[in-house]
């Protein structure tokens, strides 16, 4: 059974900066691309960044675009999303989720994680 | 790719047939088409993917169905546990985008 795990949520002020990981376990975690998703409170969901198996190929929504950097150590089986410059509207749910093949796209998100809370207030 | 999800509330009963429609523009992968299941406080769950092809575990009153722009999720007969917001999601290209979600709420 596919497991996946957020941590590194809180409460970042303005500007700051921030680090999620993520594990995966249950599957070869290097056959897989993954992504990040996240949910403002009361809202829909969006499409932060995406990366290939291999971490050779990332893909990042342009509102995150130059702050956000998604990597993967396939070693540790973990995706990390490093985020900077942080803002009030990046406060929300994030979620990891697994992709059903090794590339971004053209393939759905099959497996999520619980999420993990990113507020940025002062 | 925006997706514009129909209706944004829908009320009906267990045991009624529930439709949710999906428009997109432009497609750019006609079969690039998934949804998904959030149910309060929980995680979204994948039910239906390459426009019509149930995920494993799902029961087979979930369908999907779709040509050109409009895509279509039909639960055929309603359970309690089905009240829940759908989303519908693009995966053919960049940026991953997902409709605004449709609630599904107990008339």
């Known amino acids: 059974e596919v497991q996946v795990l957020e941590s590194g949520g809180g409460l970042v002020q303005p500007g700051g900066s921030l680090r999620l990981s993520c594990t995966v376990s249950g599957v070869t975690f290097s056959d897989y691309a993954m992504s990040w998703v996240r949910q403002a409170p009361g809202k829909g969901l969006e499409w932060v960044s995406g990366?290939?198996?291999?971490?050779?190929?990332?893909f990042d929504a342009d509102s995150v675009k130059g702050r956000f950097t998604v990597s993967r150590d396939n070693s540790k089986n973990t995706l990390y999303l490093q985020m900077s410059s942080l803002r009030a509207e990046d406060t929300a749910v994030y979620y990891c989720?697994?992709?059903?093949?090794?590339?971004?796209?053209?393939?759905?998100?099959?497996?999520w994680g619980q999420g993990t809370l990113v507020t940025v207030s002062s | 790719i925006v997706l514009t999800q129909s209706p944004g509330t829908l009320s009906l009963s267990p045991g009624e047939r529930a439709t949710v429609s999906c428009r997109a523009s432009p497609v750019i992968c006609p079969t690039c088409f998934a949804w998904y299941q959030q149910r309060p406080g929980q995680a979204p769950r994948l039910l239906i993917y390459d426009t019509s092809a149930r995920a494993t575990g799902i029961p087979d009153r979930f369908s999907g169905s779709g040509s050109g722009r409009d895509f279509t999720l039909t639960i055929s007969r309603l359970e309690p546990e089905d009240f829940a917001v759908y989303y519908c999601?693009?995966?053919?290209?960049?940026?991953?985008?997902f409709g605004q979600g449709t609630r599904l709420e107990t008339k």
């Open positions: 989720a697994k992709l059903t093949a090794a590339i971004i796209f053209i393939t759905p998100l099959d497996s």
């Open positions: 999601q693009q995966y053919g290209t960049s940026p991953i985008t």
């Open positions: 990366i290939s198996g291999s971490g050779k190929d990332t």
